[in-house]
């Protein structure tokens, strides 16, 4: 079975400075997806980052980049120049093609001014 | 171009009485994923559907919980007999198709049972 692995219940950082949030998952499959999702407290899911694992390059949107260990399986986000609207619970989340999302416990950032 | 509508927001039911949460996909979608968040803890698959099929619910409680997305209409996740466990965050999801690349959820049905 897949499991995903958060173990950074809570993070803080000032604002403008940078954050890493740490992923670890367990899976026997070759292809599948990885993603971060933000939680704010309007409880709307809301995607930040998506990675193919078939590719090698770290996927980056604006300020938010993964840093994906495929060996190690390890599936890192990293927030730069903090924002006060980036405070939120982060989870992090595992599929195969067609299956379902399985997440982490997730990791609640705190962005102090 | 709406995405993913959940209804209600808010659902307030007393032990023993049935909660009915309904999801209307992206307009398009045919593909529907119901998730149960509990709090302080992550989101947890329930069921996946086709139109009129249920492909997977390996994560539904084997009573009391039934889910369905009919050729026309939203898709239900229906709860008989609510028990205190049952309060939780319950999310439909939607995708395009099988593979879901394009995987977009509502805001969530937050059932509080009294």
């Known amino acids: 079975a897949q499991t995903v692995t958060q173990s950074q219940p809570e993070m803080s950082v000032q604002e403008a400075e940078t954050v890493t949030l740490s992923c670890t998952y367990d899976?026997?499959?070759?292809?599948?997806?990885l993603f971060w999702y933000k939680q704010p407290p309007s409880r709307q899911m809301i995607l930040v980052i998506r990675?193919?694992?078939?590719?090698?390059q770290n996927a980056t949107e604006n300020r938010f980049s993964v840093n994906f260990q495929k060996a190690a399986k390890s599936f890192s986000l990293k927030i730069s120049d903090s924002q006060l609207g980036d405070a939120a619970m982060y989870f992090c989340?595992?599929?195969?093609?067609?299956?379902?999302?399985?997440f982490g416990e997730g990791t609640q950032l705190t962005v102090n001014p | 171009n709406a995405g993913v509508m959940q209804n209600p927001r808010h659902l307030v039911r007393r032990r023993g009485q049935e909660a009915r949460l309904r999801c209307s996909p992206v307009k398009g979608h045919s593909h529907v994923y119901w998730y149960r968040q509990l709090p302080e803890e992550g989101l947890k698959f329930m069921v996946y559907l086709q139109k009129e099929n249920i492909i997977d619910e390996s994560g539904m409680p084997k009573e009391r919980f039934s889910a369905e997305f009919p050729k026309e209409g939203p898709s239900i996740l229906r709860i008989q007999q609510v028990v205190r466990g049952d309060s939780a965050a319950y999310f439909c999801a939607s995708s395009l198709d099988r593979v879901g690349v394009g995987y977009t959820f509502g805001s969530g049905t937050r059932l509080t049972v009294v």
């Open positions: 990675q193919e694992a078939y590719k090698q």
């Open positions: 989340a595992y599929r195969t093609s067609g299956s379902r999302l399985t």
């Open positions: 899976t026997s499959e070759s292809d599948y997806y």
